[in-house]
């Protein structure tokens, strides 16, 4: 997350000098919190060592009202942005607009409990394929395969099966690896089509003149969803991190 002293710098500054400051304030907490309250924007005022404005909390309630409100306030009493409100800061700021990944690719769901770097791929992944850059989305297809079954190897404890000085192998080892090894059964839907995934990555990373369209997808998605679904299921999240935090405790 961005550092808040380098936030603030990025504000324009006609709106520092407003009210309209506390708008920026919130959309930076609500980056880190789903609850944003008149106390929290006044920390951000508190943090910068700036004077605060003098009555935070009737600004927020009375910008979350009529017709265009800024704030949309909730049951609970915090606050969030409108989406036009959001809209037009992060145009201010030239941020990008982040919006969520669909399941058109594969289900998000899939992903629940893993790392967060494993769902931070499969996002970019299926953001990709909603957007229509489907080269893109190839690559990072390839790279969350690969990250799962690595990921598979170092929750059995045997991550050095797959090194070579030191260093984790190529693809193209990885799979003969992960479908041979004797700690696990690799599903038949793995060992048939797994290496069709590779494939399709590769193209689209190597061959200079292809250019990936969502057809090609076709040819693999349904196979793309159970592969990663499976070897997901073999990792067992939960039983992983349930005993990551009991050898923690001991």
């Known amino acids: 997350?961005?550092?808040?002293?380098?936030?603030?710098?990025?504000?324009p500054q006609e709106d520092?000098?407003?009210g309209s400051v506390i708008s920026y304030f919130v959309h930076y907490c609500e980056e880190k919190s789903n609850a944003v309250?008149?106390?929290?924007?006044?920390?951000?005022?508190?943090?910068?060592?700036l004077k605060p404005y003098s009555n935070i909390a009737s600004y927020m309630s009375s910008?979350?009202?009529?017709?265009?409100p800024i704030f949309l306030k909730n049951k609970n009493g915090t606050y969030r942005l409108s989406r036009k409100a959001k809209e037009e800061i992060a145009l201010k700021l030239n941020d990008v607009i982040q919006l969520p990944a669909t399941d058109n690719l594969v289900p998000m769901s899939i992903f629940d409990n893993t790392r967060q770097y494993?769902?931070?791929?499969?996002e970019q992944m299926c953001k990709c394929y909603d957007y229509g850059l489907y080269d893109a989305c190839l690559v990072m297809m390839r790279k969350l395969v690969e990250a799962v079954i690595i990921e598979c190897f170092e929750r059995y404890g045997v991550a050095d099966?797959?090194?070579?000085?030191?260093?984790?192998v190529f693809l193209s080892e990885l799979i003969p690896a992960f479908i041979e090894s004797k700690h696990?059964?690799?599903?038949?839907?793995?060992?048939?089509?797994?290496?069709?995934?590779?494939?399709?990555?590769?193209?689209?990373?190597?061959a200079r003149r292809y250019i990936a369209k969502k057809s090609d997808f076709?040819?693999?998605?349904?196979?793309?969803?159970?592969?990663?679904?499976?070897?997901?299921?073999?990792?067992?999240?939960?039983?992983?991190?349930?005993?990551?935090?009991?050898?923690?405790?001991?």
């Open 63 to 68: 910008k979350s009202k009529g017709k265009s």
């Open 184 to 206: 696990w059964t690799a599903g038949r839907n793995i060992t048939n089509n797994i290496s069709k995934v590779k494939k399709w990555g590769d193209t689209s990373a190597h």
């Open 37 to 49: 309250t008149p106390v929290l924007v006044k920390s951000c005022y508190d943090n910068l060592s």
């Open 118 to 122: 494993i769902v931070s791929i499969a």
């Open 1 to 11: 997350m961005e550092d808040l002293e380098l936030f603030y710098h990025k504000i």
């Open 218 to 250: 076709n040819e693999f998605k349904s196979e793309l969803r159970i592969i990663l679904q499976d070897i997901i299921l073999l990792i067992d999240y939960p039983n992983w991190n349930l005993e990551k935090k009991t050898k923690k405790v001991s």
């Open 161 to 168: 099966e797959i090194k070579k000085d030191g260093h984790y």
């Open 16 to 18: 520092k000098e407003t």
